[in-house]
């Protein structure tokens, strides 16, 4: 590839990603078109892009759309070169409708957004453990999934079971009614209703039964990996595996690039949303952000106030203070995060202080 000249005036990318090609674009200072063009969405092809760019100018940054999907390796290789990266949001319809929507526009769209300051964000790196441990727990989330949609199966099917059937089943718990249904002997001839549902009661059974065994073995993969990752996010009381993992796949593999714990309380939808006007000053509760990683949060406060002595004492002062146990929740989930912030932003080296589970007012 020939080497191009990186001198000239500043200039700021903007590229709109798909799956088999990118629309590249650069602007100049005051924000006019320079040139876009189209490149195959291939390593060498995101290389021959950043030349293209720079032959423009001096590059100080470029806005790519969809860094968690099309454009996460681009956005990787642009790091690499020493490139600084911003995650642009797709226009809203508003934008669109008065605008119009083409691959160019939205390559221009994405530069004038970085340009004006009104894109920030920092991708997320996607090149270390973090990510390993997000790849591991799509197929955990999947095989969860499954395993509630047979076990609803199962019991659907017992309720229109023939009579003879049910009455036998119907004191089991789960992992004894899983059991005694996979070793069920309906018979070659499925002709009859009871024989035909022992059939698929059996088969049922035993999907059950992979999916328990695929469930352990990920659990197996993914809890050294969470450990290894953040160790003094699992030491916080209510962490365990499951919710470290999922708060670590909304971070990302550089938690570093939310600037506060302000900022992880955002991502996460637990920063209350002001809703004031005139003499009337409230919040309102925050509907956005990563509602799994929400999830998360409300599990571990949960867990707290379920086990942890002080998170206890604290809903009772608060109870008798007139706040209802959904306000008390949020308070909670809210300095949670600030917990969970200063450990995933920790190095090993440092020492986390276990502070009070419960906020002090």
């Known amino acids: 590839m020939t080497s191009m000249t990186h001198d000239g005036p500043q200039v700021t990318g903007g590229v709109d990603t798909h799956g088999l090609t990118h629309h590249a674009a650069v602007i ?7 040139a876009d063009r189209e490149f195959p969405a291939t390593v060498r092809s995101y290389r021959d892009l950043l030349e293209w760019m720079r032959s423009h100018g001096a590059l100080s940054a470029v806005g790519v759309e969809g860094t968690g999907a099309y454009g996460a390796e681009l956005a990787r290789v642009l790091t690499a070169a020493g490139v600084t990266v911003v995650d642009v949001d797709r226009p809203d319809r508003k934008t669109r409708r008065i605008r119009g929507k083409s691959d160019p526009i ?3 769209a994405a530069a004038t957004a970085v340009a004006s300051g009104r894109a920030t964000g920092v991708p997320k790196a996607r090149d270390g453990v973090v990510e390993a441990v997000r790849a591991l727990r799509v197929a955990r989330r999947s095989a969860v999934k499954a395993r509630t949609q047979t076990m609803n199966q199962v019991r659907a099917l017992l309720v229109s079971a023939p009579a003879a059937l049910r009455e036998q089943l119907a004191q089991l718990q789960r992992t004894a009614l899983i059991r005694t249904l996979a070793r069920l002997r309906p018979g070659t001839d499925l002709s009859t209703p009871l ?5 698929v009661l059996r088969r049922l059974a035993r999907r ?7 469930i352990i073995e990920l659990d197996t993969e993914i ?5 290894q990752a953040a160790p003094h996010l699992l030491a916080l009381f209510g962490v365990g595996p499951e919710t470290a993992g999922q708060l670590l796949a909304s971070a990302g593999d550089n938690p570093e690039r939310m600037r506060s714990e302000a900022a992880f309380a955002h991502l996460a939808g637990v920063a209350p949303i002001p809703a004031s006007s005139g003499r009337t000053h409230r919040h309102r509760l925050n509907r956005g ?14 867990v707290r106030m379920r086990y942890d002595e002080r998170t206890r004492a604290y809903v009772e002062r608060r109870t ?4 209802s146990k959904k306000d008390i929740t949020r308070c909670l989930k809210r300095f949670v995060a600030r917990e969970v912030y200063r450990a995933l932003t920790s190095t090993p080296a440092q020492q986390i202080t276990q502070t009070d589970p419960a906020p002090a007012t």
Do not use: F, S
């Not at 100049?28 to 320079?34: F, K, S, V």
């Not at 509602?291 to 949060?297: E, G, S, V």
């Not at 008798?320 to 706040?323: A, C, F, H, K, S």
């Open 289 to 302: 952000g990563d509602r799994a990683a929400n999830n998360a949060l409300h599990t571990i406060v949960l």
């Open 320 to 323: 008798r203070e007139g706040l």
């Open 28 to 34: 100049d200072p005051l924000g006019r078109h320079l």
């Open 195 to 199: 024989a035909a549902t022992k059939a």
């Open 223 to 227: 809890g050294p990996l969470v450990a």
């Open 208 to 214: 059950h039964q992979a999916l328990d065994e695929e």
């Open 106 to 108: 939205d390559a221009y």
